[in-house]
Protein backbone atom coordinates (compact mmCIF):
# COMPACT_ATOMS: atom_id res chain seq x y z
CA UNK A 1 0.00 0.00 0.00
CA UNK A 2 1.55 3.59 -0.88
CA UNK A 3 1.88 6.09 1.63
CA UNK A 4 -0.50 8.25 0.00
CA UNK A 5 -3.74 5.92 0.89
CA UNK A 6 -2.26 5.20 3.94
CA UNK A 7 -2.68 8.94 4.59
CA UNK A 8 -5.87 9.35 3.02
CA UNK A 9 -6.89 6.20 5.79
CA UNK A 10 -5.63 8.12 8.84
CA UNK A 11 -7.17 11.11 7.82
CA UNK A 12 -10.72 9.26 7.31
CA UNK A 13 -10.29 7.77 10.77
CA UNK A 14 -9.61 11.03 12.38
CA UNK A 15 -13.00 12.07 10.76
CA UNK A 16 -14.72 9.12 11.74
CA UNK A 17 -13.64 9.55 15.15
CA UNK A 18 -14.37 13.09 15.48
CA UNK A 19 -17.83 12.75 14.50
CA UNK A 20 -18.31 9.74 16.80
CA UNK A 21 -17.66 11.84 19.83
CA UNK A 22 -19.75 14.38 18.54
CA UNK A 23 -22.31 11.99 18.66
CA UNK A 24 -21.48 11.08 22.30
CA UNK A 25 -21.90 14.41 23.27
CA UNK A 26 -24.83 15.25 21.32
CA UNK A 27 -26.60 11.92 23.23
CA UNK A 28 -25.44 13.11 26.40
CA UNK A 29 -26.73 16.92 26.32
CA UNK A 30 -29.91 15.86 24.69
CA UNK A 31 -30.19 13.57 27.75
CA UNK A 32 -29.36 16.17 30.12
CA UNK A 33 -31.76 18.53 28.83
CA UNK A 34 -34.57 15.95 28.87
CA UNK A 35 -33.75 15.30 32.67
CA UNK A 36 -33.53 19.20 33.56
CA UNK A 37 -37.04 19.74 31.33
CA UNK A 38 -38.67 16.61 33.23
CA UNK A 39 -37.32 17.86 36.44
CA UNK A 40 -38.57 21.52 35.92
CA UNK A 41 -42.41 19.84 35.21
CA UNK A 42 -42.12 18.12 38.32
CA UNK A 43 -40.79 20.84 40.87
CA UNK A 44 -44.12 22.89 39.19
CA UNK A 45 -46.34 20.04 40.06
CA UNK A 46 -45.60 19.53 43.37
CA UNK A 47 -45.70 23.42 44.10
CA UNK A 48 -49.12 23.35 42.63
CA UNK A 49 -51.78 22.36 45.53
CA UNK A 50 -52.41 18.75 44.54
CA UNK A 51 -53.51 15.31 45.72
CA UNK A 52 -50.22 13.11 46.26
CA UNK A 53 -49.86 9.63 45.62
CA UNK A 54 -46.99 7.18 46.80
CA UNK A 55 -46.43 3.52 45.71
CA UNK A 56 -45.45 0.90 48.26
CA UNK A 57 -44.57 -2.25 46.36
CA UNK A 58 -43.05 -5.51 46.70
CA UNK A 59 -41.08 -6.61 50.00
CA UNK A 60 -41.80 -4.24 52.81
CA UNK A 61 -38.18 -3.27 54.38
CA UNK A 62 -36.40 -0.28 57.18
CA UNK A 63 -36.93 2.47 53.71
CA UNK A 64 -35.12 5.42 55.35
CA UNK A 65 -35.78 7.34 51.64
CA UNK A 66 -39.52 6.32 51.52
CA UNK A 67 -39.72 7.84 55.01
CA UNK A 68 -38.21 11.03 54.68
CA UNK A 69 -40.56 11.45 51.18
CA UNK A 70 -43.69 10.87 53.13
CA UNK A 71 -42.63 13.48 55.76
CA UNK A 72 -41.79 16.23 53.18
CA UNK A 73 -45.51 15.51 52.00
CA UNK A 74 -47.14 15.75 55.69
CA UNK A 75 -44.72 19.32 55.91
CA UNK A 76 -45.76 20.28 52.10
CA UNK A 77 -49.07 22.85 52.28
CA UNK A 78 -49.43 21.92 48.12
CA UNK A 79 -50.37 18.42 48.88
CA UNK A 80 -54.35 18.40 50.22
CA UNK A 81 -54.41 14.50 50.37
CA UNK A 82 -52.51 11.38 49.83
CA UNK A 83 -52.87 7.90 48.49
CA UNK A 84 -51.13 5.79 49.70
CA UNK A 85 -51.10 2.88 46.56
CA UNK A 86 -50.05 -0.87 48.18
CA UNK A 87 -49.14 -3.94 46.45
CA UNK A 88 -47.11 -5.81 48.97
CA UNK A 89 -46.90 -9.21 50.34
CA UNK A 90 -45.77 -8.17 53.73
CA UNK A 91 -41.90 -7.61 54.60
CA UNK A 92 -40.22 -6.86 57.85
CA UNK A 93 -42.45 -5.83 60.74
CA UNK A 94 -40.29 -3.01 61.80
CA UNK A 95 -40.18 -1.82 58.50
CA UNK A 96 -44.35 -1.97 59.02
CA UNK A 97 -44.06 -0.27 61.81
CA UNK A 98 -41.89 2.98 61.20
CA UNK A 99 -43.92 3.39 57.81
CA UNK A 100 -47.24 3.00 59.60
CA UNK A 101 -46.31 5.84 62.25
CA UNK A 102 -45.15 7.72 59.28
CA UNK A 103 -48.13 7.61 57.53
CA UNK A 104 -50.37 8.55 60.83
CA UNK A 105 -47.99 11.50 61.12
CA UNK A 106 -49.28 12.91 57.49
CA UNK A 107 -52.79 12.02 58.41
CA UNK A 108 -52.49 14.66 61.21
CA UNK A 109 -52.51 17.16 58.66
CA UNK A 110 -54.43 15.57 55.47
CA UNK A 111 -56.65 13.49 54.43
CA UNK A 112 -54.41 10.04 53.66
CA UNK A 113 -56.65 7.16 51.57
CA UNK A 114 -55.31 3.28 52.03
CA UNK A 115 -55.25 1.84 48.25
CA UNK A 116 -55.43 -1.65 48.58
CA UNK A 117 -54.23 -3.21 44.93
CA UNK A 118 -53.54 -6.85 43.81
CA UNK A 119 -52.67 -7.69 47.66
CA UNK A 120 -51.76 -5.84 50.79
CA UNK A 121 -51.29 -8.29 53.18
CA UNK A 122 -49.09 -8.84 56.97
CA UNK A 123 -47.40 -5.43 57.10
CA UNK A 124 -48.96 -4.32 54.00
CA UNK A 125 -52.16 -4.47 55.51
CA UNK A 126 -50.38 -3.00 58.68
CA UNK A 127 -49.51 0.18 56.54
CA UNK A 128 -53.19 -0.19 55.25
CA UNK A 129 -53.94 0.36 58.48
CA UNK A 130 -51.96 3.90 58.91
CA UNK A 131 -55.25 5.83 56.20
CA UNK A 132 -58.17 6.95 57.10
CA UNK A 133 -60.00 5.15 54.79
CA UNK A 134 -58.82 1.68 53.41
CA UNK A 135 -60.11 1.16 50.04
CA UNK A 136 -59.62 -2.19 48.05
CA UNK A 137 -60.63 -4.27 45.25
CA UNK A 138 -63.35 -6.66 45.25
CA UNK A 139 -60.88 -9.22 44.89
CA UNK A 140 -57.72 -7.70 46.33
CA UNK A 141 -55.74 -10.06 48.96
CA UNK A 142 -55.23 -8.75 52.29
CA UNK A 143 -55.26 -9.96 55.91
CA UNK A 144 -52.81 -12.09 57.43
CA UNK A 145 -52.03 -10.31 60.38
CA UNK A 146 -49.00 -11.94 62.35
CA UNK A 147 -45.78 -12.36 62.79
CA UNK A 148 -43.58 -14.93 61.68
CA UNK A 149 -39.57 -15.88 62.82
CA UNK A 150 -37.85 -18.46 60.46
CA UNK A 151 -34.16 -19.95 60.50
CA UNK A 152 -32.90 -22.46 59.03
CA UNK A 153 -31.55 -25.89 60.30
CA UNK A 154 -28.89 -27.84 58.90
CA UNK A 155 -27.48 -29.96 61.66
CA UNK A 156 -28.94 -33.36 59.96
CA UNK A 157 -26.93 -32.58 56.89
CA UNK A 158 -23.97 -31.30 58.63
CA UNK A 159 -24.12 -34.94 60.30
CA UNK A 160 -24.38 -36.52 57.05
CA UNK A 161 -21.61 -35.10 55.51
CA UNK A 162 -19.21 -35.69 59.15
CA UNK A 163 -18.93 -31.71 59.82
CA UNK A 164 -19.21 -30.59 63.15
CA UNK A 165 -19.40 -26.90 65.04
CA UNK A 166 -18.47 -26.70 68.22
CA UNK A 167 -19.18 -23.59 70.62
CA UNK A 168 -18.17 -21.82 73.50
CA UNK A 169 -20.43 -19.07 75.02
CA UNK A 170 -21.01 -16.93 77.20
CA UNK A 171 -24.08 -17.92 78.46
CA UNK A 172 -26.72 -20.78 77.02
CA UNK A 173 -29.14 -18.47 74.99
CA UNK A 174 -26.36 -16.32 73.15
CA UNK A 175 -27.17 -16.52 69.57
CA UNK A 176 -29.98 -18.92 69.78
CA UNK A 177 -31.60 -20.24 68.12
CA UNK A 178 -28.74 -22.11 65.92
CA UNK A 179 -29.17 -23.28 62.45
CA UNK A 180 -26.29 -25.74 63.69
CA UNK A 181 -27.91 -27.24 66.72
CA UNK A 182 -31.61 -28.14 67.19
CA UNK A 183 -33.26 -24.94 69.81
CA UNK A 184 -33.93 -25.64 73.34
CA UNK A 185 -36.80 -25.20 75.28
CA UNK A 186 -35.99 -22.01 76.67
CA UNK A 187 -34.70 -20.30 73.34
CA UNK A 188 -37.96 -21.47 71.95
CA UNK A 189 -39.32 -19.58 74.59
CA UNK A 190 -37.58 -16.46 74.60
CA UNK A 191 -37.88 -16.44 70.88
CA UNK A 192 -42.07 -17.06 71.19
CA UNK A 193 -42.57 -14.75 73.82
CA UNK A 194 -40.76 -12.04 71.24
CA UNK A 195 -42.85 -12.89 68.42
CA UNK A 196 -45.88 -13.08 71.29
CA UNK A 197 -44.99 -9.51 72.10
CA UNK A 198 -44.94 -7.91 68.53
CA UNK A 199 -47.80 -9.79 67.37
CA UNK A 200 -50.08 -8.41 70.31
CA UNK A 201 -48.86 -4.91 69.12
CA UNK A 202 -49.94 -5.97 65.46
CA UNK A 203 -53.79 -6.86 67.34
CA UNK A 204 -53.98 -3.65 69.33
CA UNK A 205 -53.62 -1.53 65.99
CA UNK A 206 -55.51 -3.62 64.18
CA UNK A 207 -58.47 -3.34 66.99
CA UNK A 208 -57.42 0.74 67.42
CA UNK A 209 -57.65 1.35 63.68
CA UNK A 210 -60.44 -0.73 62.72
CA UNK A 211 -62.87 0.05 65.91
CA UNK A 212 -63.75 -3.20 66.99
CA UNK A 213 -63.36 -5.37 70.24
CA UNK A 214 -59.39 -6.77 70.76
CA UNK A 215 -61.21 -10.03 70.83
CA UNK A 216 -62.66 -9.48 67.54
CA UNK A 217 -59.45 -8.58 66.37
CA UNK A 218 -57.37 -11.21 67.82
CA UNK A 219 -59.81 -13.75 66.11
CA UNK A 220 -59.27 -12.51 62.34
CA UNK A 221 -55.76 -12.92 63.48
CA UNK A 222 -54.97 -16.24 62.66
CA UNK A 223 -52.67 -15.57 59.85
CA UNK A 224 -55.62 -16.21 57.25
CA UNK A 225 -55.96 -14.10 54.38
CA UNK A 226 -59.29 -12.58 52.56
CA UNK A 227 -60.10 -11.01 49.71
CA UNK A 228 -61.52 -7.56 49.38
CA UNK A 229 -65.72 -8.55 49.61
CA UNK A 230 -64.59 -10.83 53.02
CA UNK A 231 -62.61 -8.04 54.45
CA UNK A 232 -65.14 -5.74 54.10
CA UNK A 233 -67.50 -8.12 55.49
CA UNK A 234 -65.46 -8.37 58.63
CA UNK A 235 -64.76 -4.49 58.92
CA UNK A 236 -61.17 -4.61 58.24
CA UNK A 237 -61.39 -2.36 54.90
CA UNK A 238 -64.13 0.46 54.68
CA UNK A 239 -65.18 0.35 51.36
CA UNK A 240 -64.58 -1.79 47.45
CA UNK A 241 -63.02 0.40 44.83
CA UNK A 242 -61.20 1.88 43.15
CA UNK A 243 -59.96 5.73 42.08
CA UNK A 244 -63.53 7.19 41.73
CA UNK A 245 -64.11 6.14 45.36
CA UNK A 246 -61.13 7.39 46.50
CA UNK A 247 -61.95 11.05 44.96
CA UNK A 248 -65.55 10.70 46.57
CA UNK A 249 -64.24 9.94 49.90
CA UNK A 250 -61.74 13.04 49.37
CA UNK A 251 -64.22 15.41 48.48
CA UNK A 252 -66.10 14.77 51.26
CA UNK A 253 -63.08 15.92 53.23
CA UNK A 254 -63.10 19.10 50.94
CA UNK A 255 -60.39 18.39 48.42
CA UNK A 256 -61.17 19.31 45.58
CA UNK A 257 -62.09 16.95 42.51
CA UNK A 258 -60.34 18.32 40.34
CA UNK A 259 -56.69 18.49 41.41
CA UNK A 260 -54.38 16.44 40.00
CA UNK A 261 -52.78 13.38 41.44
CA UNK A 262 -49.18 13.65 41.54
CA UNK A 263 -47.05 10.47 42.58
CA UNK A 264 -44.15 11.23 44.65
CA UNK A 265 -41.37 8.62 43.26
CA UNK A 266 -38.57 7.72 44.63
CA UNK A 267 -35.31 9.60 43.28
CA UNK A 268 -34.03 8.08 40.23
CA UNK A 269 -30.97 6.69 39.75
CA UNK A 270 -30.89 6.09 35.78
CA UNK A 271 -31.28 8.55 32.88
CA UNK A 272 -34.70 9.62 32.47
CA UNK A 273 -36.88 8.46 29.82
CA UNK A 274 -34.89 5.05 29.61
CA UNK A 275 -32.14 6.87 27.92
CA UNK A 276 -29.11 4.90 29.65
CA UNK A 277 -30.54 2.12 27.27
CA UNK A 278 -30.58 3.83 24.46
CA UNK A 279 -27.24 5.74 24.84
CA UNK A 280 -25.68 2.32 24.83
CA UNK A 281 -27.23 0.97 21.61
CA UNK A 282 -26.35 4.28 19.79
CA UNK A 283 -22.66 4.13 21.28
CA UNK A 284 -22.24 -0.02 20.56
CA UNK A 285 -23.50 1.14 16.55
CA UNK A 286 -21.10 3.54 16.49
CA UNK A 287 -18.51 0.85 17.84
CA UNK A 288 -17.50 1.68 21.01
CA UNK A 289 -17.68 -1.61 22.55
CA UNK A 290 -16.21 -0.12 25.54
CA UNK A 291 -18.78 1.76 27.37
CA UNK A 292 -20.99 -2.35 28.22
CA UNK A 293 -21.60 -0.04 31.56
CA UNK A 294 -24.05 2.10 30.24
CA UNK A 295 -26.60 -0.05 29.38
CA UNK A 296 -26.94 -1.38 33.01
CA UNK A 297 -27.70 2.35 33.97
CA UNK A 298 -31.64 1.56 33.94
CA UNK A 299 -30.30 -0.93 36.68
CA UNK A 300 -28.39 1.43 38.98
CA UNK A 301 -29.66 1.74 42.93
CA UNK A 302 -31.59 -1.69 43.01
CA UNK A 303 -30.32 -3.27 46.16
CA UNK A 304 -30.70 -6.72 47.26
CA UNK A 305 -32.82 -7.91 49.62
CA UNK A 306 -31.97 -9.34 52.87
CA UNK A 307 -34.85 -9.95 55.90
CA UNK A 308 -33.40 -9.93 59.49
CA UNK A 309 -35.80 -10.75 62.63
CA UNK A 310 -39.12 -10.58 62.91
CA UNK A 311 -41.44 -10.69 59.68
CA UNK A 312 -44.90 -9.84 58.96
CA UNK A 313 -44.85 -11.49 55.56
CA UNK A 314 -47.49 -13.55 53.20
CA UNK A 315 -45.60 -16.10 51.19
CA UNK A 316 -42.14 -15.42 51.46
CA UNK A 317 -40.25 -16.48 47.81
CA UNK A 318 -38.55 -14.95 44.98
CA UNK A 319 -39.86 -12.56 42.36
Known sequence: MDQLAIADRRQLRRKLGFWRLVS???ILLAGIAAYIYASAGETGA???????????????????????????????????ALVVTITSPGGTTYGGEVL?????????????VADIRTLAASAGYMIALAGDRIIAGETSITGSIGVLF??????????KV????????????????????PPSDDAKAVIQAMIDDSFNWFVDVVA???KMPRDEARQLA?????????????????ELGGDVEIRAFLSGRKVAKELDIVEWKAPGSSFPF????????????????????LGNLEKIGREKLFLDGLVSVWQVGSD
Not at 54 to 77: P, T
Not at 150 to 159: E, F, G, R, S, V
Request: net charge positive; no cysteine; proline share 6%.
Open 24 to 26: IAL
Open 46 to 80: FSRPHIARVNISGIIQDDRELLERLDRIAENNAVK
Open 100 to 112: FKAIRKVAEKKPV
Open 150 to 159: QYPQIKTLMD
Open 162 to 181: GVSLEEIKSSPLKAEPSPFH
Open 208 to 210: DRR
Open 222 to 238: DGRIFTGRQALKLKLVD
Open 274 to 293: GLGATASAWLKSLGYEAFPL
